[in-house]
């Protein structure tokens, strides 16, 4: 329930500063070029440079130092070269107020190491001046120590007569260099040595002057471009955590050349991290390019078309080699071009395999060292091209998403005063999409809170265009079957199990599997534990793309879904159109009857798949009837359906599944019909329903759900239904009174549920003996069962038996014992169950519930690897000893322990202990035996007076009800403990204040909220905290204990139901649950708040959601210690 937003800005400082020293360490690498390689007029400039960490944040003072022989250059070169500089807007440094002496001043080193670069013009008479000398020793310190981008220029001198000592320069070096300290004149040499190896210019190579200096200008211009820490970026929340994910990726240490691919849907981040990356990497590689949103940018080539190709290829190079218009003759000029250069390449927006041909086909196209990063919605894509290291950029987590959303629509990265709970729709509405959160945010910047409401409701149903345009490209890429597989899934089975999916669309398309594969390959879906899910931004899309099938006639559409042009079409006297193949209504209008006329679905001949769900306030009424014509109906899901029984003359043969539960139902339907499809029916409390139809054409009929079909008196004693029942569920079918024969032939079944059967007679126990596939057995409440057959040892498949409140049962067959994968047993209830069976091991049994079991005296070693055990309400006297041996026992739960001759005695393995409604005055002595409890429950514990020192590892203690407590003598050192003292009304005020100040989350007794929270409201006023901007600064992240007091809005209501719901506590957009509130009760939780730079107070809002039963009395807030590692 804290906020994340310390952690997250944590992990982004982490993520960039650890990005950077990989940077660094490549840039050193290649500190050292040799200068005759980069001399020409047409080689690219890459002068060296080795930030170390520290110079990302110094402040500069100049954009250049020039070091200069004014005699030389002053009135020509360096006059035209200012003047260049002047307008591209660089700044150098002047020094024509500065004393020339015999040595450099600190006035003067401070310039030099102020400068983000430094440009060495060495003419022919530089080594004549001792100042020029001193001056390049100290730029070529600044270098080494700062990290100073440094450039030569040699102008009308030889590169290697600098580095030799010879001709003319070194004659003036040597006349120099008379009379001076060997330390000078060896600083000298080696500073000479070094400025002739680094990449420059040479004067001789260039025919036109001012092309050269032109061409210095502009490169000088782009070094400082790019030697500029981007802060693009740097408003953006969670990039530092994306670049953290991805530096195991890049792998920037090692010289292989390597494809990265980033992968996700669109508007997720992929482009606005790969420019990050991008940023911050391309100045540690010698070529870099940005490919931009290549599939709307650039013709996509067939895989045959080699002009397009030759035209990718030929955008590529351009602008990799900057060389505009270049013209390339053939295919193969990537690769000899750039074998040997180390390259950053960024190719987004990739949809097409043949686009990575033409521009990066091969990894031996590129020098050692190069980095391909390539950004695509389809993950075969990455396959297919044999990219083995892929990013999936993932949704952001809550807290970042409204960070996302606030940054554009407040300009912060939280929501302005009074604006909390919009934003939070807001940001829902998005679906955490980074692309539809900014663009909603802008959309919302600058309105007031009535502008947002009255916005709201529009951005329910519709698409922002902008969002639109960008997620409908991805559609619009997609073949026809697939485009109708996506809108079929947008309209109707989003969050759907993937094999209802399946059969649903079987005879719609050749290999749905494979298709819903493809879409989520391309991230237009995504499949999760068997379900597909879509975003609510892409369902959107899908949705609106249907609606404009057919704009002013709705009837004409593949799909109905909007509520209200529904009800146009089905109340009206028009008898639907054969476009429609689907229809969604979501009929929640309460105390509004929606009639629907009976010739609504008479057109609809292709009609495959129906959902009408309302509840028992919001009815949809066939007072009609209801004429049927669609013989293609697969999908029947209608709830609360209002009809006594279904038209005869509705053909159900494409049937696959059927759901009407609380419906008005006293008979399905007459006669026998062709159900040959028909895997799933669910017909649950139908409490009319006396008897179903005949069945025996449903032989694939896979799932039968008759739960509370409470007047239902027998199941069709025909064949053919059951030869595939994997499930049947009976429960509450209280007026059923036997099962047939028939049943003992479902060797499928795997769940049988017939708890609350209180009126069956006998229990089929044929099934038992057949079911090898059994795996769930419900028998709760079955008052006969005094005991179970034997046979109940042939189903060895079962993992759960359930046999609750079976209150005749006396013992268990010893055959249980074959049930080696049985993991859950409830005997809940079972009053009269003296024994259990000795002698047995049921190896999986991992839960065991006799609570209740009142008549059982002994506990048999019937399994070691029991994790949960309640003994609560038994007559147990002694626990077998092997329990030391029980490695996985974690929950122990008892109350009646004074019956125990001898207490467990291995307990330092439990981390739950419950000893609910005990009749004890103290807790025993062995609790504080037990070194791995974790949480404590005494929850009813009436006589207890007194909590002794319990252990430190403790993180739950619910002490609820314990009505006579009135000292806590233990110390809570687990700051997040969470303690329940609720209706503990005796505690006296040391205890109060001990739970309040030790404790994470707490609800103790109260009237006020106390005097020690500094930060104190009435009626949930705003608390506004103003925060020092002298130092110490305040840390970056701030944290709160929090204290309220509920108050019952309608103290005279007397609906105990309402009061007793859930409340909810809202703060800085965060959710703190309350359950159950309580009038005159203290609730304590802590809040986090994020401070940025800019902030000059926080603003704390407490409001109630369920605020027409609760509101808050009063508030505070109480600032908790700071760590050390939360200071800036």
């Given at each position: 329930m804290h906020s994340s937003f310390f952690l997250t800005t944590i992990a982004a400082a982490i993520g960039c500063l650890t990005l950077f020293r990989k940077l660094r360490s490549h840039q050193d690498a290649n500190k050292e070029k040799d200068s005759s390689s980069s001399s020409s007029p047409a080689s690219s400039l890459f002068p060296s440079t080795a930030p170390p960490p520290s110079s990302s944040s110094r402040i500069w003072t100049h954009h250049v130092f020039p070091s200069f022989r004014g005699e030389d250059v002053r009135r020509g070169f360096l006059s035209h070269i200012q003047m260049e500089f002047q307008r591209k807007g660089i700044t150098p440094f002047i020094d024509n107020e500065i004393k020339r002496g015999e040595s450099i001043g600190p006035e003067l080193v401070r310039a030099i190491r102020g400068s983000k670069m430094a440009i060495i013009l060495i003419s022919r008479n530089y080594a004549s001046s001792k100042w020029c000398l001193d001056e390049l020793v100290e730029i070529m310190k600044s270098r080494e120590e700062l990290g100073q981008t440094v450039m030569a220029i040699f102008y009308k001198v030889d590169p290697s007569d600098v580095k030799k000592l010879t001709g003319h320069f070194g004659k003036v070096f040597k006349k120099t260099c008379a009379g001076k300290t060997k330390e000078d004149i060896g600083r000298w040499r080696q500073a000479l040595a070094k400025v002739a190896t680094i990449a420059g210019y040479h004067s001789d190579n260039w025919d036109n002057e001012a092309a050269m200096i032109k061409k210095i200008a502009t490169d000088v211009s782009n070094i400082l471009n790019y030697s500029t820490l981007s802060r693009d970026f740097d408003g953006l929340t969670g990039m530092g955590a994306h670049m953290e994910k991805m530096e195991p990726l890049l792998c920037l240490e090692s010289d292989e050349v390597r494809m990265i691919g980033i992968w996700g849907p669109s508007g997720i981040g992929k482009t606005t991290i790969a420019r990050v990356a991008y940023n911050q990497l391309c100045n540690s590689f010698q070529l870099s390019v940005f490919m931009e949103n290549i599939k709307a940018n650039y013709k996509r080539p067939c895989s045959d078309d080699y002009s397009a190709k030759l035209q990718l290829q030929q955008q590529f190079m351009s602008q990799i080699t900057n060389h505009k218009d270049m013209e390339i003759p053939h295919l193969g000029v990537v690769q000899d071009r750039l074998k040997d250069k180390k390259v950053l390449v960024v190719l987004d927006g990739v949809d097409h395999l043949v686009q990575l041909d033409a521009m990066a086909k091969e990894t031996w196209w590129f020098g050692p060292g190069s980095r391909i990063i390539i950004t695509a919605q389809d993950q075969k894509l990455f396959r297919a091209h044999g990219i083995n290291h892929v990013y999936k950029v993932d949704f952001p987590h809550s807290d970042e998403a409204l960070q996302i959303f606030c940054i554009s629509a407040f300009g912060q990265k939280s929501p302005k005063h009074g604006f909390h709970e919009l934003a939070r729709e807001v940001t829902e509405l998005a679906g955490k999409l980074p692309l539809g959160l900014r663009v909603m945010g802008s959309y919302f910047r600058g309105m007031s809170e009535q502008e947002w409401e009255k916005s709201l409701p529009r951005l329910k149903t519709s698409l922002d265009a902008d969002i639109r345009s960008v997620l409908k490209f991805s559609y619009d890429a997609l073949d026809d079957e697939d485009q109708c597989l996506f809108l079929h899934i947008a309209c109707l089975f989003s969050y759907e199990k993937i094999h209802?999916?399946?059969?649903?669309?079987?005879?719609?398309?050749?290999?749905?599997?494979?298709?819903?594969?493809?879409?989520?390959?391309?991230?237009?879906i995504s499949i999760k534990d068997g379900y597909i899910e879509m975003h609510s931004l892409l369902e959107k899309l899908g949705r609106d793309i249907v609606r404009k099938q057919s704009i002013h006639d709705p009837g004409q559409r593949q799909f109905l879904l909007d509520k209200s042009e529904i009800c146009e079409v089905l109340t009206g006297d028009a008898t639907g159109s054969k476009s429609v193949i689907g229809i969604e209504l979501d009929y929640n209008i309460t105390g509004k009857e929606l009639d629907i006329s009976e010739k609504a679905f008479e057109g609809m001949s292709n009609l495959q798949f129906l959902r009408v769900r309302g509840s028992a306030g919001n009815t949809v009424q066939l007072s009609r009837g209801l004429n049927y014509q669609s013989h293609k109906l697969g999908l029947l899901d209608w709830s609360h359906f209002p009809m006594t029984s279904f038209p005869s003359t509705a053909n159900l043969e494409f049937l696959v599944e059927l759901i009407m539960d609380h419906n008005k139902l006293e008979k399905l339907w007459e006669g026998i019909k062709r159900l040959p499809s028909l895997k799933w029916m669910d017909l649950s409390y139908s409490v009319k329903l006396k008897e179903l139809p005949d069945l025996s054409t449903a032989t694939n009929l896979e799932k039968l759900y008759l739960e509370g079909c409470s007047s239902l008196v027998k199941l069709p004693s025909t064949n053919g239904y059951t030869n595939n029942l994997e499930k049947l569920d009976l429960r509450k079918c209280s007026s059923m009174i036997n099962l047939p024969s028939s049943i003992g032939n479902a060797t499928s079944l795997q769940k049988l549920y017939l708890g609350g059967c209180s009126s069956?007679?006998?229990?089929?126990?044929?099934?038992?003996?057949?079911?090898?596939?059994?795996?769930?057995?419900d028998l709760s409440g079955f008052s006969t069962l005094v005991e179970l057959p034997c046979s109940i040892g042939d189903a060895t498949n079962l993992m759960e038996l359930e046999l609750n409140n079976c209150s005749n049962l006396v013992e268990l067959p010893f055959s249980i014992g074959n049930l080696k994968k049985l993991w859950r047993l409830g005997l809940k209830g079972c009053s009269k169950l003296e024994v259990l069976p000795t002698n047995i091991n049921l190896e999986s049994l991992g839960v065991l519930d006799l609570y209740n079991c009142s008549m059982l005296k002994s506990f048999p070693a019937i399994s070691t690897n029991i994790r949960a055990l309640d003994?609560?309400?038994?007559?147990?006297?002694?626990?077998?000893?092997?329990?030391?041996?029980?490695?996985?026992?974690?929950?122990?739960?008892?109350?009646?322990?004074?019956?125990?001759?001898?207490?467990?005695?291995?307990?330092?393995?439990?981390?739950?202990?419950?000893?609910?409604?005990?009749?004890?005055?103290?807790?025993?002595?062995?609790?504080?035996?037990?070194?791995?409890?974790?949480?404590?429950?005494?929850?009813?514990?009436?006589?207890?007076?007194?909590?002794?020192?319990?252990?430190?590892?403790?993180?739950?203690?619910?002490?609820?009800?314990?009505?006579?407590?009135?000292?806590?003598?233990?110390s809570f050192h687990n700051p997040n403990v969470w303690l329940n003292f609720a209706n503990c009304l005796k505690l006296n005020q040391e205890a109060r204040d001990l739970?309040?100040?030790?404790?994470?989350?707490?609800?103790?007794?109260?009237?006020?909220?106390?005097?020690?929270?500094?930060?104190?409201?009435?009626?949930?006023?705003?608390?506004?905290?103003?925060?020092?901007?002298?130092?110490?600064?305040?840390?970056?992240?701030?944290?709160?204990?929090?204290?309220?007091?509920?108050?019952?809005?309608?103290?005279?209501?007397?609906?105990?139901?309402?009061?007793?719901?859930?409340?909810?506590?809202?703060?800085?957009?965060?959710?703190?649950?309350?359950?159950?509130?309580?009038?005159?009760?203290?609730?304590?939780?802590?809040?986090?708040?994020?401070?940025?730079?800019?902030?000059?107070?926080?603003?704390?809002?407490f409001k109630m959601k369920n605020e027409d039963v609760w509101k808050i009395g009063e508030c505070g807030l109480l600032q908790l210690h700071v760590n050390e590692h939360d200071e800036r």
């Open positions: 209802k999916v399946e059969e649903h669309l079987a005879n719609k398309f050749l290999d749905v599997r494979q298709r819903l594969n493809v879409l989520a390959e391309k991230s237009l069956l007679v006998e229990l089929p126990f044929l099934i038992l003996g057949n079911a090898m596939n059994l795996q769930s057995l003994l609560r309400g038994t007559a147990i006297e002694e626990v077998p000893l092997s329990i030391r041996s029980w490695p996985r026992l974690k929950t122990l739960q008892m109350s009646y322990f004074e019956n125990l001759k001898e207490l467990p005695h291995a307990l330092e393995r439990i981390t739950c202990l419950q000893l609910r409604d005990a009749e004890i005055q103290e807790v025993p002595l062995w609790v504080k035996k037990m070194s791995c409890l974790n949480e404590f429950v005494l929850r009813g514990c009436r006589d207890l007076v007194s909590l002794p020192p319990i252990r430190e590892s403790l993180y739950i203690l619910d002490a609820r009800d314990c009505e006579s407590l009135e000292k806590i003598e233990c739970v309040i100040q030790n404790s994470g989350d707490a609800v103790i007794p109260g009237k006020q909220v106390p005097e020690y929270f500094t930060h104190r409201a009435t009626s949930g006023d705003p608390l506004r905290i103003k925060l020092n901007k002298r130092p110490p600064l305040p840390p970056k992240s701030m944290r709160f204990k929090a204290c309220v007091l509920l108050v019952l809005v309608n103290e005279g209501d007397g609906d105990d139901e309402k009061k007793s719901r859930e409340a909810v506590v809202v703060i800085r957009s965060r959710e703190h649950i309350i359950y159950p509130p309580l009038a005159e009760h203290l609730y304590t939780f802590q809040v986090e708040a994020e401070v940025t730079s800019s902030s000059n107070e926080l603003l704390f809002e």
